[in-house]
């Protein structure tokens, strides 16, 4: 019954993630503590993510701006080296702070925008995402809030940000397998998973087609915001 129904529920927030390009592997992260131990949230829910990811980039593929790859690509690698070499010795209790503090202004505040925006590129975007990802789970937040100022095609959007995070989960798992974790201890909860990412990610891609441009970036704006917002009060609540 735990597969078919995480496979349900993974059905369902790739979908949404199909449909504005995030969220669902927040809402997947928040779902899997009732489901799987501590120790293997973040490794099954990174191949979860690089399933559902991939395959939305893959149905979009004529959407994939890939002049961002090469760069995102070398960050990534950056910051998954860093960060797997010292996440023993670093506090990273705030980081879901500055995540949530970023996004907010990234989105909502010009002077904000004006100041970094010789600062801000994919090669940070990448270091910072995948670095992150480690411990966070789900960072896709960093690259759609790039995106959404760099390109205003919808499509563009989703589909780019999902080859990108495809990236990010891709290096994550090998980091979990070089450090030891068994993923085949959990197969059967990790291909009814797979199957419902799959199949959420093209139901998504097929529902975008239903929203318009200045709606889908509206509602991707609030569920950012909302994302950031859950992220700075899960420090204190």
């Not at 199909?18 to 501590?38: D, Q």
């Not at 701006?65 to 950056?78: H, N, R, V």
């Amino acid at each position: 019954m735990n597969e078919l129904l995480l496979g349900l529920l993974t059905f369902f927030t790739s979908t949404v993630a199909g449909i504005v390009g995030l969220g669902g592997g927040m809402m997947l992260i928040a779902i899997l503590p009732s489901f799987l131990p501590l120790n293997a949230l973040i490794p099954v829910h990174g191949l979860t993510q690089m399933s559902s990811n991939f395959s939305r980039a893959v149905f979009g593929y004529k959407d994939v701006q890939y002049e961002t790859i090469p760069k995102f690509l070398i960050g990534s690698l950056a910051g998954i080296a860093l960060f797997a070499s010292i996440i023993s010795m670093i506090s990273l209790e705030y980081v879901p702070l500055f995540i949530g503090a970023y996004i907010l202004l990234s989105l909502w505040s010009k002077k904000f925008n004006n100041k970094i925006k010789k600062y801000e590129n994919y090669y940070l975007v990448g270091f910072l995402q995948s670095g992150l990802s480690i411990v966070v789970g789900a960072t896709g937040p960093l690259t759609m809030t790039l995106l959404l100022k760099d390109y205003e095609d919808k499509d563009k959007v989703v589909a780019t940000g999902a080859a990108l995070m495809s990236i990010t989960h891709i290096l994550k798992v090998f980091v979990f397998m070089y450090f030891g974790f068994v993923f085949f201890d959990y197969i059967g909860i990790i291909i009814a998973m797979i199957i419902g990412a799959v199949a959420g990610s093209y139901a998504g891609t097929k529902l975008r087609d239903k929203i318009d441009g200045k709606k889908f970036t509206m509602i991707l704006k609030v569920l950012l915001s909302a994302l950031a917002v859950k992220l700075i009060l899960s420090l204190f609540i």
